[in-house]
């Protein structure tokens, strides 16, 4: 990693932060342990994920997809591979999705047809940091406003986490059962 | 606008949120009021912003070069605007500078040395997601690598909330937002 993470014990502050993670995400994850080098930051960044709201506006299915692909565009193999290892089997991924939230594309046969819109949505947010007009006709009606609005932070938090984890280059956790695909 | 602001009453919640803004930012922005639509996506986005700490591992003129870059590529005018507004002139930034975040590139003769370093970190992360190895050992020069993680932290929120404007269709707020600078003829 180009910047040390914390190493316990931690300071009161930064463990209380990480006792409010799940235990199965103990100990912590070395993003969540370099960004403790500034309490704040962490802080701020754990604050901006509305992943796991409850209730949310979004099916876990949803969800994943989406985040595949978000971390899968950015080439971000710390996230990627810890939702495919936390995440893929709840949300029912095949293995030749899996392989397509990388490389595939929003047309492969492998998706269901309720997928390919988040793959699309996931793309043009990558690629061009807003919606088309076509896209944005296929989402409302068939996604709340408030579901919309959930996915543009996601998107935006995960682009985020991956500035994070692949600027300072945080290696993949080592408890993950899937590597990231191969091209 | 795609999606309707909530309008006033707002939520207890929301409120004290909106209380605690600066004067100046009131009445709340539509970038605000949109995401009030559920409370917990604005309290968590507005939560999750590390531009205003104090102490800051950036200096204003710092934050702004980079956040004017971000959100210029981005092709964002709302957030563009606004940052023009309230902070350039305690950032130091000038008219030219202003114009070459939109219309110029790292290597332009307008910007100070430290500025070309964030002007680089916002492209490449914008081209590439990522920082190349000469990037790196020029920001670890410059900055520390707290400065370096908060950088990183803003050049990710304001794309999100470059991605909320542009994808929203957010029109520019009054009196406060203003378009990109036309592109000038060369001389």
């Known amino acids: ?183 | 606008m795609r999606i309707a602001p909530v309008n006033a009453p707002f939520s207890p919640n929301v409120q004290a949120l909106f209380d605690r803004l600066p004067a100046s930012w009131s009445p709340p922005f539509k970038l605000f009021t949109v995401l009030a639509r559920d409370e917990r996506l604005l309290l968590r986005f507005t939560g999750s912003a590390v531009s205003y700490l104090e102490p800051s591992h950036v200096t204003v003129r710092q934050r702004e070069v980079l956040l004017l870059r971000v959100t210029a590529r981005c092709r964002c005018a709302y957030e563009w605007g606004m940052r023009v507004h309230y902070f350039a002139e305690q950032a130091g930034l000038s008219d030219a500078e202003v114009y070459v975040s939109v219309h110029g590139d790292a290597d332009d003769a307008n910007w100070q040395p430290d500025d070309k370093l964030l002007v680089r970190l916002a492209d490449e992360l914008h081209d590439t997601v990522s920082i190349s190895d000469e990037l790196w050992t020029d920001l670890r020069t410059a900055f520390s690598e707290e400065a370096v993680i908060q950088l990183l932290m803003m050049a990710g929120y304001y794309r999100t909330v470059a991605t909320i404007a542009n994808a929203l269709r957010l029109p520019l707020e009054p009196q406060v937002g203003r378009p990109f600078p036309p592109k000038a003829r060369p001389a």
């Open chain 1, 1 to 183: 990693m180009r910047i040390d993470p914390l190493t316990p014990p931690y300071s009161q502050e930064v463990q209380a932060q990480f006792d409010q993670l799940p235990p199965s995400w103990q100990p912590p994850f070395a993003h969540f342990t370099v960004l403790a080098r500034d309490p704040r930051l962490l802080r701020a960044y754990r604050l901006g994920s509305v992943a796991y709201l409850e209730p949310s506006h979004l099916s876990i299915r949803q969800r994943e997809v989406f985040l595949l692909r978000v971390t899968g565009r950015c080439r971000n193999a710390f996230e990627w591979c810890l939702r495919a290892h936390y995440f893929a089997d709840d949300a029912g991924m095949t293995e030749p999705q899996l392989s397509a939230s990388v490389y595939g594309s929003a047309d492969d046969a492998c998706w269901q047809t309720n997928d390919r819109m988040l793959i699309r949505l996931a793309d043009e947010l990558h690629d061009t940091a807003t919606i088309s007009d076509a896209l944005w006709a296929e989402l409302d009606g068939r996604l709340s406003d408030e579901a919309i609005l959930q996915l543009i932070l996601l998107a935006g938090h995960y682009r985020t986490n991956a500035y994070v984890s692949i600027g300072l280059q945080v290696p993949v956790d080592p408890r993950v059962k899937r590597p990231f695909p191969a091209p």
